[in-house]
């Protein structure tokens, strides 16, 4: 059995899921970051900010969020201004987060960042 087949959006080639791509930056900081308590106090504003997952929510069910999602990727853009920025984060499921990262980021950019609005 085959497993599932995505677009990678660093080298544009059709890959497995999982896919360790040569293109992908190094993130040094990453876990630096994800320890340090000031993404602590981020991430604990947007959970009480949410509530629960937004997307689950926008489908108008209820699932308690799993994860804080940066909606524009460190990766990306790992500037502190963007890190530590509770407007670029959202609360999601295991499901939905998951589901953000495997469509590419940029597919669910303008959704999420009306949902963390309303």
């Known amino acids: 059995m085959m497993g599932r ?8 080639k059709v890959v497995e899921i999982g896919h360790d791509c040569p293109n992908k930056p190094k993130d040094t900081r990453k876990k630096t970051q994800l320890q340090n308590t000031r993404w602590q106090r981020i991430r604990d504003e ?3 900010r949410d509530g629960c997952c937004k997307l689950c929510w926008a489908e108008g ?24 920025n509770a407007d670029n984060c ?7 987060h998951h589901l953000v990262h495997s469509e590419g980021w940029q597919k669910y950019k303008k959704q999420l960042e009306q949902l963390i609005h309303e």
């Open 90 to 96: 959202i609360y999601l499921c295991c499901y939905h």
């Open 5 to 12: 087949k995505i677009l990678c959006s660093r080298c544009g």
């Open 61 to 84: 069910v209820y699932n308690k969020g799993d994860e804080v999602h940066h909606i524009i990727p460190r990766e990306v853009d790992d500037s502190d201004e963007n890190i530590y």
């Open 46 to 48: 947007v959970r009480r």
